[in-house]
């Protein structure tokens, strides 16, 4: 049985801060438990790339399909909107697009139904969603 009693009151010079802070000799430093000495570095992508072989590949590979995807869908945009779009992905049937506005965003939108069908006979791919995000283009 667990009994919960609240402690006597404390007088105001109980409330006063020690002088000196507590050392708490049993007890290691925080970040030598969660980070080793060899991790407190940065690691370099050598490093990273050695770790998972095949990541770069796989990096190379979802960027390549990204540009694809832009191009397709530029390809079936008007004109004036073809501008307007700077990033497109392709994932688990849901095509998401990158636009400067919202503007642009809309009159996406708009497009959405007759462009989803003719998206995924360009991609070979099935595109059910449309999700468009806006994202102003950050100058290079």
């Known amino acids: 049985m667990i009994v919960c009693t609240r402690p006597p009151r404390a007088s105001p010079d109980a409330r006063k801060v020690p002088k000196k802070p507590l050392k708490l000799k049993n007890f290691p430093d925080p970040l030598d438990i969660i980070l080793s000495p060899r991790d407190k570095k940065p690691t370099p992508v050598s490093d990273l790339l050695a770790k998972a072989p095949g990541a770069l590949a796989r ?69 059910d969603r449309l999700k468009v995000k806006v994202r102003g283009q950050r100058h290079r």
């Open 59 to 127: 990096l190379r590979e979802g960027a390549g399909q990204a540009e694809r995807t832009l191009v397709a869908l530029r390809c079936r945009l008007p004109t004036e909107l073809t501008e307007e779009v700077w990033g497109a992905s392709l994932k688990d049937g849901t095509l998401t697009v990158l636009v400067r506005s919202a503007a642009w965003g809309t009159r996406l939108r708009y497009l959405a139904p007759r462009l989803l069908d003719d998206l995924a006979a360009d991609l070979a791919a099935p595109v």
